[in-house]
């Protein structure tokens, strides 16, 4: 398969502009500026079948075309470079060896809504991402693809770097416009929503990092090229960061609908020293476990996965073996919930920590009969709950281990002690 | 205002767009439970206490952020609602200490009637609540629990929204989240106990208030702040007798949902000290007491015989007591200068959103009553102190202690040939005096007070004033009786209707329709300082 979004990783000095240039990078911009009308290029992503990377997959094209064309305030475009996701470094990849295609998707985008201000929301723990950027957003407006007057063509266009401070909850698209207002990295009550009152309540427009890098090779190969790849409503390519319990650990870009069980053994090499697969995440910390006899028939796009269950999420796999002790890694996950929860509304914050202090106690020896139906409880009631998939994304995990491993979490409380691990 | 028709719980309810499902709501007599909603505050939607079934919508929409449309059919009771309602209710609880018995709260308290309308459940949380802070001072008048906060920022929002003032702020992140002080600042807005009335808990306590008294015994009279002429409409809530506490009473037309400080605290000064129980008359060696007859006798002398009389009185006395005093100076001494007494002073944009500059509430009201038509209480004081006056009636105000002309203010009213004051303490001008007669305050009567801005509000008596001191407008009449005007009231309402008769601003008003939200002089909102 052709790699789009993976076509410069792995070459030298990949994150330079000269070496992005001349690889043909900075075309599509200059055929956007030069040749495309905003609504042109919204159709453009539209019939490309865009979805956005982040987790929801949103249809992209549509997505912008929510920004009112007709507000006489500001628009903003934001790069999400907040990549927290538990078990997910694709768009880390991408920021430290391709940050020209994130640049130059930004400033597509920013096209396409007719924004003159864009900003780049990054991790504040990628450091080294961060001077990359930076360094390449210089270069890029050092060569007049970023600044007054691109390409002659009368277009302004600024770009902002803005580092985060390091809080999870910001890669949530409105905890992170609100951490760019300079506030607390708490999410906003939807409605309004950011198309209409986002940045500073002006029209705004969030995409992942991978969405945007995406653009390029859409708008140098067509819309219709994009979405010949991958199946009937998720199109394109797909970035998964692959970790845990497998041989070939890494980032791997895969056409949409591509078989799960194939990647993980196939392209993965699957789980190393003979041991057998127990579990695997598919999507992120976020989304629900999944057994292994539940991804017999289960393909890499949003459909299937959801068919079986769970969701393709940010495509961060986490493979687990047969030695995984599966309540110390629901309890795992739980902490980082628990820690990472804003404190914003009622559910999400005494909840996270309630299912936590259950887990923790469980994992501990000190389970007590009822726990299991209490956080299944527990998690019914933030699921759906609260401000933000927040909530949904710390009840969905909690929930699915217990479901999917009960008589482990019963054999754990019943004889205070692990029965699983062997390491 | 398009009119927009919604089904609440099966019945058709008529309300306008741009409303919210708790707004609508609220208007048909449905009442959602929330913590963080706030009719004059931001949109925070954190606590999910308001969720409600919006029918074709898959999730729970809470009431406070959602808009009303045409034909929308919301759910207030339905199964999944209650359920949601016990699970917030919970949560809120896991780390609440649930100390009820020593907290302030107790008996006006959301967690309380919420948990027991739709809870009534032991928690199932067992171990390790989140410790906070217990009596963090936020100023002085606010202290903090973190441990009974639920983070609903009410008190936030308040200080970024309605003082600007930004004094509070959330710190910490998930359950460790609370509220704090904004870096250095203290909480010490003109407004600040604002915040203790807007919390739905027992975090933020009145300092003055705090462990005073158990909420579910006060009694509570409507009544109007004496604070100033802004006339802000308050619940006097009184234990034994004695006045525990203000707390607002919504009016639109005044002063919202708030009160200043200034007012909230202001009984104290007002109702506090050693009360005068018997009249007292001037001997040899001192002030006596005396009768109430002997007393209004030599009044009645010390005024006729006067060769320049004057009076003054106090800004908080109701408009029927100076219909009365303006007859009676007129009838004992006429033509005597009459002001009510009126100062004002420098005032900054956070006190000016309730404040006047005044500490004077029915200033208008007595000079619509014919108390001031001279010229001002400033011209006044300054004849006073020229020795223009050679007896002067002074009505429940301790000139020497309010004023800075001290010493030469003290000589002058030392060189009347007759002074009485009317008061409820002997103050520093009551000493002075050659007959003082025991008054009450305005938490003991009842009557009417025109504010700044012309609204006729209703005064009620709160508490029963002590025996042998007489309401200000009874020595009024009974020295109008002794004057040989018969007048035949015998209270406060028939004197209004009189004066309704003969004042032409205030004509056509019954008593009894002024209500608890009071009326609009004229019709419209005429500015007069």
């Not at chain 2, 439970?33 to 009719?39: A, F, L, M, R």
């Not at chain 2, 949109?43 to 045409?70: D, F, H, S, W, Y």
Request: neutral net charge; aromatic residues 8%; charged residues 25%.
């Amino acid at each position: 398969m052709e790699k789009l979004l993976l076509r410069n990783i792995g070459i030298a000095d990949s994150h330079t502009l000269a070496v992005y240039q001349s690889r043909g990078g900075y075309q599509s911009w200059e055929k956007v500026v030069r040749d495309m009308k905003p609504a042109e290029l919204i159709d453009e992503v539209k019939a490309s079948g865009l979805r956005g990377r982040g987790g929801a997959g949103f249809p992209t094209g549509m997505k912008w075309s929510f920004v009112p064309k007709d507000s006489p305030k500001p628009k903003y475009l934001v790069c999400n470079a907040d990549e927290s996701e538990p078990g997910t470094f694709k768009d880390r990849l991408l920021i430290e060896q391709d940050p020209h295609a994130i640049i130059e998707g930004t400033l597509i985008a920013a096209y396409g809504i007719q924004s003159h201000t864009a900003f780049i929301y990054i991790r504040g723990e990628l450091v080294a991402g961060a001077k990359i950027l930076e360094r390449a957003v210089e270069e890029a407006a050092r060569a007049g693809f970023i600044g007054k007057n691109i390409f002659g063509s009368g277009f302004d266009l600024d770009v902002i770097l803005h580092r985060g401070a390091g809080a999870y909850i910001c890669g949530e698209e409105t905890a992170l416009l609100s951490s760019l207002e300079g506030g607390r990295g708490w999410p906003k009550v939807k409605p309004p929503f950011p198309a209409t009152h986002g940045l500073f309540g002006c029209p705004t427009v969030v995409n992942n990092v991978e969405t945007l890098a995406a653009l390029p090779w859409i708008i140098e190969r067509g819309a219709a090229a994009y979405a010949a790849m991958g199946t009937e409503k998720s199109k394109g390519t797909k970035l998964f960061s692959v970790s845990g319990h497998i041989s070939r650990p890494g980032v791997y870009e895969v056409e949409m609908g591509y078989p799960f069980k194939k990647f993980l053994e196939d392209d993965c090499g699957g789980v190393p020293n003979g041991r057998k697969l127990k579990g695997v995440i598919p999507g992120g910390g976020s989304m629900p476990v999944l057994r292994p006899e539940e991804i017999e028939k289960v393909n890499l796009d949003y459909e299937s996965v959801q068919a079986a269950g769970s969701m393709l999420g940010s495509g961060g796999v986490i493979v687990m073996d047969e030695t995984t002790c599966m309540v110390r890694a629901a309890s795992n996950i739980a902490r980082f919930y628990a820690h990472e929860s804003c404190g914003q509304c009622s559910p999400c914050r005494e909840g996270c920590h309630w299912m936590e202090k259950i887990f923790h106690r469980i994992e501990h020896g000190e389970g007590q009969a009822g726990d299991l139906d209490l956080v299944l409880n527990i998690s019914g009631n933030i699921m759906g709950n609260t401000i933000c998939p927040f909530g949904d994304a710390a009840a969905m995990p909690a929930a699915a281990f217990i479901k999917k491993y009960r008589a482990e979490f019963e054999a754990h409380i019943a004889e205070k002690r692990c029965t699983v691990r062997t390491e | 205002m398009d009119p927009v028709k919604i089904i609440i719980d099966g019945k058709e309810v008529t309300t306008t767009k741009g409303k919210t499902v708790i707004q609508a709501a609220a208007d048909a007599g449905v009442a959602i439970p929330h913590y963080c909603y706030h009719p004059k505050l931001s949109i925070a939607g954190n606590c999910r206490m308001c969720l409600v079934e919006i029918e074709k919508m898959p999730k729970l929409q809470i009431a406070c952020n959602t808009q009303v449309a045409e034909g929308m059919g919301v759910l207030t009771q339905s199964p999944k609602v209650l359920a949601v309602r016990k699970a917030v209710l919970e949560f809120l609880l896991i780390n609440h200490p649930v100390d009820c018995p020593i907290c302030d709260q107790a008996g006006e308290c959301q967690l309380q009637n919420y948990y027991m309308e739709h809870n009534r459940e032991a928690s199932r949380f067992e171990v390790g609540k989140q410790h906070d802070r217990k009596k963090t001072i936020f100023g002085p008048n606010v202290i903090f629990d973190g441990e009974r906060c639920i983070k609903c920022t009410r008190c936030v929002r308040f200080c970024q929204e309605i003082t600007k003032t930004d004094e509070l702020a959330v710190i910490n992140r998930g359950d460790h989240s609370t509220i704090a002080l904004f870096n250095d600042s203290v909480l010490d807005n003109p407004l600040s106990a604002n915040v203790v009335d807007i919390c739905p808990v027992g975090a933020l306590t009145d300092r003055d208030f705090r462990f005073k008294v158990r909420v579910w015994y006060l009694q509570k009279t409507p009544s109007v702040c004496p604070g100033c002429s802004t006339g802000c409409n308050i619940s006097v809530e009184t234990y034994q007798n004695r006045i525990a506490r203000f707390k607002p009473r919504i009016n639109e037309a005044v002063n919202s949902h708030w009160i200043c400080d200034e007012g909230r605290y202001c009984f104290h000064e007002l109702t506090g000290g050693e009360r005068l129980t018997t009249p007292l008359i001037r001997q040899e060696g001192g002030l006596v007491p005396t009768t109430w007859e002997n007393a209004l006798h030599a009044v009645l002398a010390g005024l006729r015989s006067a060769k320049a009389a004057a009076g003054v009185l106090s800004g908080r006395n109701t408009n029927e007591e100076a219909f009365l005093f303006a007859k009676l100076m007129k009838k004992l001494a006429p033509g005597s200068p009459l002001e009510v007494c009126y100062q004002e002073r420098e005032l900054n944009e956070t006190q000016k959103i309730l404040m006047s500059p005044d500490r004077a509430p029915n200033f208008r009201g007595a000079r619509d009553m014919g108390v001031g038509a001279n010229g001002g209480y400033g011209s006044w004081l300054e004849k006073l102190l020229a020795g223009d006056f050679s007896a002067a009636y002074i009505v429940g105000e301790d000139l020497l202690g309010s004023n800075g002309a001290g010493e030469r203010l003290r000589a002058a009213l030392q060189k009347l040939s007759f002074l009485v004051v009317q008061d409820i303490r002997l103050s520093e001008t009551a000493k002075l005096a050659h007959v003082v007669l025991p008054a009450t305050h305005f938490g003991e009567k009842e009557g009417t007070y025109t504010n700044r801005k012309g609204r006729l509000q209703k005064l009620n008596a709160a508490v029963i004033a002590p025996e042998g001191a007489l309401q200000d407008w009874q020595i009024f009449l009974r020295l109008l009786d002794l004057a040989e005007e018969k007048l035949s009231y015998s209270t406060p309402s028939q004197i209004f209707q009189a004066l309704a008769e003969e004042v032409a601003l205030y004509q056509g008003i019954s008593y009894a329709t002024i209500g608890d939200q009071g009326i609009q002089l004229g019709g419209g909102g005429v500015e007069q300082s």
